[in-house]
């Protein structure tokens, strides 16, 4: 069949292709605000030539920065927090909050508070008869959430800051002076508080993106930010490491400069995962990036500073995975025990590593491993091997107790959902679960009347993984919050959302990879649904928070009368086996 122009053009609609800089970070930015940045430093001794014709210098900084102003004791950067953007003092000063710690109320945080019993006994007849009531005297919100939050902007302002800095340690960053770079660049959470200091400062803000671009080209930017992290952030990771713990100060000097930086996949891979989700598209290893492939020279060790990476070894025609590895975690070292042990054998790597998401990883070469490691320590005296015992051995080795102990096709399905990010993962065992609902139910009693969770997910043989909250070691749904509401509670890590500073923007529950999140109207404790200015409903972002107001724990767990529902760390997959062998 012949198809004429005109029959083609009656059927497709032609359309540009979606470019990177379509959504800049500021719409706003002017000819004039960007030449003035072209005249400031960093970017005025930079070699304008030395970029590309498709993304020159002048392009990242009018798509990919955008100039910010804050006031006296306006917080820029909460400590613990995630976040994307690194940025440069272009007038006035900030504050750097060393010590001591800032009260988390005062940084947007809902305070931490433990229900009594009589307050847990009153929850049995005191909820609110409407879904989702909001009253100022719940220790979770206010019918009026101003508080410490600016209405215009949702900025956060640390109250009555002269006598907070007088009583802290700080470091004052001034003009031309950058922070930020390192979370932003290496996907860990901030360190410190910064506050602005004076009146009227004015910050240059940069997406990671842009910052990773300039980086690229101009090789004195790109030092200046190594040299920050190899002096701060990747001594100390060394210097608490038992390969490296023995060292003194030259030798750090030198382990450092040789240490090799470098990150893999996607920074935000939520957006990835979720579009695989949504083209039926499983996430398997085609769709990971590979580190290390099977069968090839191993010439050093890779040390996973954050993210997590699969662990894999070829099986029949395709792969089988091993394990998966998050934070800390050591890959080529057996290779390398082995080789000091037997010189003559050639080193190979034993498995494939490949990035799941976004990972950023510290290579160590193997003629600075010879000189700095401590060659005394075995594999027994660190989690260095990235692989169980009992799958490494080949398969006609394997016992059926090993099998039982850590199923392949379990781990297949831990990765293919990411599921390996949880801490406290809602497991239910179907062949025990009688569909009582007492988990639903004990839920919405812990939290006035509203359940935070949906009793169903994804499935493998008798296993599912509810949809409640993970408190993931990597909560992606930490990213853009421009209030703080969404954090990590200060003792137990659990993530955990302050409704009294939620704006409503979604930003959580579209960057959530697990459908955990989910934005609800809000009413006041007489049911009238409150609305803004323009009548639209206030919404709120509502998940599990592991019921961290309740001694006892998870109301979930405890109410379950057969045991059929487990809060399990996935992290470790033996926690999960352990649970499934118990039973």
Known sequence: MVISDNNLASITRQASRPKRWDDPLDPAMSDATL???????????????????????????????????????EIVLRKDDYGTSAFLVLE??????????????????????????????????????????????SPRASDNPSGSISNGNGSVYLQDYPQIISKAQTAALKKGQMFGEISALSRMPRTATVVASTEKTRLLEFSWEGLRDIMRYDSALKKQIDKIYRENSLKIFLMHHPLFSHLDESSYVQLCEEAQLESFGEYNWSGAYLRLLKDNDPATSANEPLIVREGEYSNGIYMLRAGFCRVSQKFGNGERTLNYIGAGSVFGYEEMVNHWRNPQQEMQSLYSLRSLGYSHLIFIPTAALEKFANRKLSEADFPSSP??????????????????????????????????????????????CTRCDDCVRACASTHDGNPRFLRHGPMIDNLMIANACMHCVDPVCMIGCPTGAIHRTSFGGEVVINPATCIGCGTCAANCPYESIRMVEVRSSKGEFLVDEEFQPILKATKCDLCVEQKSGPACQNACPHDALSRTDLTQVTSLTQWLKRK
């Open 387 to 432: 692989v169980p015992k009992s799958m490494s051995k080949p398969a006609a080795a394997r016992s059926p107790d090993d099998e039982n102990a850590l199923s392949a096709s379990l781990m297949e399905f831990m990765a293919e959902h990411r599921f390996f990010n949880g801490t406290k993962s809602m497991v239910v065992d179907m062949d025990r």
């Open 92 to 137: 006035g000063e900030v504050d750097v909050i060393l010590r001591p710690e800032i009260d988390p109320q005062l940084l947007g945080r809902a305070p931490s508070v433990k229900k009594g019993f009589f307050a847990r006994l009153a929850q049995l007849w005191n909820n609110n008869p409407e879904p989702e009531g909001w009253s100022k005297k």
């Open 35 to 73: 030449d003035m940045l072209m005249a400031t430093e960093p970017f005025a001794s930079m070699d304008e030539r030395a970029f590309p014709a498709g993304t020159p210098l002048r392009g990242i900084l009018r798509a990919d920065t955008a100039v910010r102003e804050y006031s006296r004791g």
